[in-house]
């Protein structure tokens, strides 16, 4: 009776740390019916933003503080019935060590207007969605993959890798990046007016476009006119590569 008693205090224990453990890491978590063509902007200043496409109706958006001073962060909800809107404040003259990482669940089939998905310090990645997607970094990578739509994707201090299924509309593109490489995939049957340059690295590219290095000093360019033309496509580095390949989807 005894040894039944200490096992059912010690399993409570356990369950309520569990419990405590998981309303810790959940900071933030809520669900919105927005319907398509609504706004997503998620903004972040240092931690990691991730959306990723699923099978199901509702936008999920959780957020998950982490470091010393996570108290002192309040995250913001600023939605609307058409738009969902997430940010972060952290307090005046505040030296805090402290991030948050956000994971956005979005139905994948459902097409959105992502026009704010960024991270002053951390990660941004958008896999497997629909729509018009416009994502920044400043310190870190920026990551776009098996997307159908439109995609701008630009990094200050990060690579830039980019993978586009299905392009719709006429909207230029643009990908850049000041301190890392540039890879961007592409379906084959790409219409645009190709810009592409490198300060200090290499141009690849597996459409029909004129490579050329510079004759005097560093870097390289390519310009080209895949189709008719209907967009125009940026592509550049000051210090990194950029390489212009076919999807994989295909």
């Keep these: 009776m005894i040894k039944t008693l200490i096992r059912f205090v010690a399993l409570s224990a356990f369950l309520s740390l569990i419990m405590i453990t998981t309303a810790a890491a959940q900071d933030f978590k809520k669900s919105y019916n927005l319907g398509a063509g609504g706004q997503i902007r998620v903004s972040n200043i240092s931690g990691n933003v991730s959306v990723k496409g699923y099978n199901g109706s509702e936008v999920i958006v959780t957020g998950i503080k982490k470091g010393r001073d996570q108290d002192k962060l309040e995250i913001e909800d600023e939605s609307t019935g058409n738009s969902v809107e ?3 404040q952290y307090p005046k ?6 991030s948050v990482n956000f994971e956005v669940q979005v139905p994948r089939s459902v097409r959105f207007e992502y026009d704010r998905i960024s991270s ?3 990660n941004v990645d958008l896999f497997d969605v629909t729509g018009k997607v416009e994502a920044s970094s400043v310190s870190g990578n920026v990551r776009v993959k098996g997307v159908s739509g439109h995609v701008s994707a630009t990094s200050v201090s990060g690579n830039v890798d980019v993978e586009v299924n299905q392009l719709d509309g006429s909207d230029d593109l643009e990908f850049s990046s000041v301190s890392g490489n540039v890879n961007v995939r592409m379906p084959s049957n790409l219409d645009a007016n190709v810009d592409m340059s490198s300060f200090s690295g290499d141009i690849t590219s597996d459409f029909p476009v004129e490579i050329k290095k510079k004759r005097y000093g ?5 310009h080209g006119r895949l189709g008719s033309g ?5 592509m550049k580095s ?3 590569n950029v390489n212009l390949l076919y999807s994989r989807a295909q």
């Design 230 to 234: 209907t967009r125009q496509l940026s």
């Design 238 to 240: 000051v210090s990194g």
């Design 93 to 98: 003259n505040c030296n805090c060590e402290a």
């Design 218 to 222: 560093p870097g390289s360019a390519a």
């Design 120 to 122: 002053v310090s951390g």
């Design 86 to 88: 997430i940010g972060v």
